[in-house]
């Protein structure tokens, strides 16, 4: 198994972030389950991080496509690693847009002040997608429950 974390700047003038994330999504979900990759995207501002887990092969294989991407730039690597266990399973990949009330998630992880996403560490951008992660799947078990209670 294979994890690799990267941030990179988006690049100026592109569509929307919700469309924009939607678009990188729908692709990815399609690519990555293919080939057994899960992950999460994470767009703060104008900065993407991401984080690839799976087969060395499939992840790299995917990563160089990454680095090939033209909506972004400023590309730097933060983690290459080999985890015993996935930190994202079951979603091919997950991703959110941060936005102002996400700012207790940054302060809860001493990001908030001064944050700089070109500076924060590997640990440091794992603690972040884990983190967003968690509260994404308690907002869909939270949506779930909400359907079955109104059917």
């Known amino acids: 198994m294979r994890q690799l974390i990267y941030v990179s700047r988006v690049v100026p003038g592109l569509q929307d972030e919700d469309a924009l994330l939607r678009s990188i999504l729908e692709v990815s979900v399609r690519n990555n389950t293919a080939v057994a990759v899960s992950g999460m995207l994470l767009r703060h501002r104008d900065h993407f991080f991401q984080a690839l887990e799976g087969s060395a092969a499939a992840v790299e294989a995917i990563y ?4 090939r991407d033209p909506r972004h730039q400023d590309l730097k690597l933060l983690q290459d690693a080999t985890p015993t266990s996935r930190s994202f399973a079951g979603w091919a990949m997950c991703g959110h ?6 700012n207790e998630i940054l302060e809860v992880l001493a990001l908030r002040r ?13 603690s972040l997608l884990r983190t967003v992660h968690a509260v994404q799947q308690r907002v869909d078990l939270r949506a779930q429950a909400a359907v079955v209670i109104e059917a």
């Open 114 to 126: 001064g944050f700089d996403p070109q500076r924060i560490s590997g640990p440091g951008a794992l």
């Open 64 to 67: 160089r496509r990454v680095r």
């Open 97 to 102: 847009n941060m936005g102002p009330a996400d």
